[in-house]
Nanobody, 124 residues
C-alpha cells in the first residue's frame, strides 16, 4: 500500500525557513515522480515543485523560484522541500504526491497518491 507522510510544517516568521519531508512507504521512491502542492483557504490546490523519477528534472512555480528547493534521498525513501525566505503568502497546507507515470506537468491530475498534508503558517 502506497503511503506518503509529510512532516516539518509549523509556524515561522516572515523571512524564515522550514524543511518539509515526505516519507514514502509501501513503494520505492526511485521510480516515482514526486510533487509538492499547497492549498490555502479558499484557493485551489496548486503545484509548488515537482521532481521527475528518471533524470531528476525539477519544476518550480514562479512564486517560489529561488526560494524553494526540492530534493530526493532515495536511500531514505524521502523527498524534501527546503523553503527559505518565507512570505505570509506561502501560508497553506502542503501536500506531497507521487505517481509512477512519466513526469510531464506539475499539476494535481498527474499524481495519483497523496499524503495528508502539513500546515505551514508564515506570520509575525
Amino acid at each position: 500500500q502506497v503511503q506518503l507522510v509529510e512532516s516539518g510544517g509549523g509556524l515561522v516568521q516572515p523571512g524564515g525557513s522550514l524543511r518539509l519531508s515526505c516519507a514514502a512507504s509501501g513503494f520505492t521512491l526511485d521510480y516515482y515522480a514526486i510533487g509538492w502542492f499547497r492549498q490555502a483557504p479558499g484557493k485551489e490546490r496548486e503545484g509548488v515543485s515537482c521532481i521527475s523519477s528518471s533524470d531528476g528534472r525539477t519544476y518550480y512555480a514562479d512564486s517560489v523560484k529561488g526560494r524553494f528547493t526540492i530534493s530526493r534521498d532515495n536511500a531514505k525513501n524521502t523527498v524534501y522541500l527546503q523553503m527559505n525566505s518565507l512570505k505570509p503568502e506561502d501560508t497553506a497546507v502542503y501536500y506531497c504526491a507521487a505517481d509512477r507515470r512519466v513526469f510531464r506537468l506539475c499539476v494535481t491530475s498527474q499524481f495519483g497518491s497523496w499524503g495528508q498534508g502539513t500546515q505551514v503558517t508564515v506570520s509575525s
